[in-house]
């Protein structure tokens, strides 16, 4: 089983970056798929998730109108289209598998699996 994402990187105030997660050695379909962050020094954020075949994804309060995720099943990947980017969104940014839309975000046990991350620096 393994989670890889991509896209991460340097960006300014008020620029975009999109993020992806491929998955493979499951089957993505079954699983409510996440973005969860970490800034350093601080705990795990919950970012945002969807389920397989659902027309309403979830979002933080914090990224609502800012970040749009989406899933691609057949290509087993997930992604996070972030816009409007502020210096606050920078974070190590994982792709995370749940059975559950998870009721915490912040525990990690509540995830089945975990990507290695992608870092994302908003700076000027």
């Known amino acids: 089983v393994q989670l890889v994402e991509s896209g991460g990187g340097l960006v300014q105030p008020g620029g975009s970056l999109r993020l992806s997660c491929v998955a493979s050695?499951?089957?993505?379909?079954?699983?409510?798929m996440n973005w969860v962050r970490q800034a350093p020094g601080k705990g795990l954020e919950w970012v945002s998730g969807?389920?397989?075949?659902?027309?309403?994804?979830y979002y933080a309060d914090s990224v609502k109108g800012r970040f749009t995720i989406s899933r691609d099943n057949a290509k087993n990947t997930l992604y996070l289209q972030m816009n409007s980017l502020k210096a606050e969104d920078t974070a190590m940014y994982y792709c995370?598998?749940?059975?559950?839309?998870?009721?915490?975000?912040?525990?990690?046990?509540?995830?089945?699996?975990w990507g290695q991350g992608t870092q994302v620096t908003v700076s000027s």
């Open positions: 995370a598998a749940a059975w559950l839309r998870p009721a915490n975000g912040a525990d990690p046990n509540e995830y089945s699996y």
């Open positions: 050695g499951f089957t993505m379909n079954s699983y409510y």
């Open positions: 969807v389920y397989s075949y659902s027309s309403d994804p």
